[in-house]
């Protein structure tokens, strides 16, 4: 099974400021990488897809970037209502498989 | 627009099985990879398994062989998963969600919350 590792584990950021989270594959994954958005109590939503793709109606001050084994999502200008947990995927081989998840949480 | 609505709450015992279902709309059911994945208590996310609702075929984590069976059903576009031989390890949200660009699951059933007690 592919290993996802994400960091970190959680964060505390201000308002405005960029958050950066990382996703390490143990393999390469050709960029067959999503990124989720989970708050409390409701299912994940998903916010890029193929790495760097930002899914419709999603901020445009998220993006992601990366390829081979090592991918990122950037949060620019964070806002109060981006306090969730984070989570990537890997859609290259079966099982899928996500990291582990990240807390956003306000300084 | 696209919906995923799935069943309610379970409270099941142990030893028992429990079928759970995600009723799609808003798009062509079979047409679409429908996957499952379980979130345990304060757990990441696990992927179960898929079914492509339009020939019937499955692949199902090798975890969770045994465990899960998928189904589906084309005339009330609804895809089911169905767990057997319930422990506490079992408690857990399960949630579908369809397969959409380049394999993201870009829409999510609100999840059903599986309690196994005695």
């Known amino acids: 099974d592919i290993q996802m590792t994400q960091s970190p584990a959680s964060l505390s950021a201000s308002l405005g400021e960029t958050v950066t989270i990382e996703c390490l594959a143990s393999?390469?994954?050709?960029?067959?990488l999503a990124w989720y958005q989970q708050k409390p109590g409701k299912s994940p939503q998903l916010l890029i897809y193929y790495a760097n793709s930002l899914n419709d109606g999603v901020p445009s001050r998220f993006s992601g970037s990366g390829s081979g084994t090592q991918y990122s999502l950037k949060i620019n200008s964070l806002q109060s209502e981006d306090v969730s947990i984070y989570f990537c995927?890997?859609?290259?081989?079966?099982?899928?498989?996500f990291g582990g998840g990240t807390k956003l949480e306000l300084k | 627009q696209v919906q995923l609505q799935q069943s309610g709450t379970e409270l099941v015992k142990p030893a028992s099985s429990v079928k759970i279902s995600c009723k799609a709309s808003g798009y062509t059911f079979t047409s679409n990879y429908m996957h499952w994945i379980r979130q345990q208590p304060g757990n990441g996310l696990e992927w179960i398994g898929w079914?492509?609702?339009?020939?019937?075929?499955?692949k199902y984590n090798q975890k969770f062989d045994g465990k899960a069976t998928l189904t589906a059903d084309k005339s009330s576009s609804t895809a089911y998963m169905q767990l057997s031989s319930l422990t506490s390890e079992d408690s857990a949200v399960y949630f579908c969600?369809?397969?959409?660009?380049?394999?993201?699951?870009?829409?999510w059933g609100q999840g059903v919350m599986v309690t196994v007690s005695s």
């Open positions: 995927q890997q859609n290259y081989d079966s099982p899928w498989t």
């Open positions: 393999e390469d994954i050709y960029s067959n």
């Open positions: 079914i492509y609702p339009g020939n019937g075929n499955t």
């Open positions: 969600a369809r397969e959409g660009e380049l394999g993201a699951f870009d829409y």
